[in-house]
């Protein structure tokens, strides 16, 4: 029992950790990585480009799931890199949250 109970302790430690908001100030980042880094394929409005479109109502039938795994994995066979080894989950969610709401921006 005390293994289970050390276990559960660590467990739920990890999950605080990772569970943590991001930051005004890193969405403030996350937001210019969306619009230059992304925008350099998808175009600087992400209305498209050498990638499609990432507007919102690109997006609108796009489900969360779909758009995290292709942020975090990249897609196979095209351009669009794995950003899982720079990005927490919850910056993938972020931007997954934030592409799903904004509409083009100069």
Not at 24 to 30: D, G, K, P, S, V
Not at 32 to 42: A, E, I, K, P, R
Request: aromatic fraction near 6%; glycine fraction near 6%.
């Amino acid at each position: 029992m005390p293994k289970a109970l050390m276990f559960l302790a660590m467990w739920a430690l990890t999950m605080s950790a990772t569970a943590e908001a991001v930051t005004a100030e890193r969405q403030t980042e996350l937001r210019n990585l969306v619009h230059q880094d992304c925008g350099s394929c998808h175009g600087m409005r992400l209305t498209g480009g050498l990638g499609p479109a990432i507007t919102s109502r690109a997006l609108q039938d796009k489900n969360h799931e779909f758009l995290f795994a292709t942020i975090s994995e990249g897609r196979h066979g095209t351009p669009m890199p794995p950003w899982r080894t720079l990005l927490t989950r919850q910056e993938i969610d972020w931007i997954v949250d934030y592409l799903k709401t904004v509409e083009t921006q100069p």
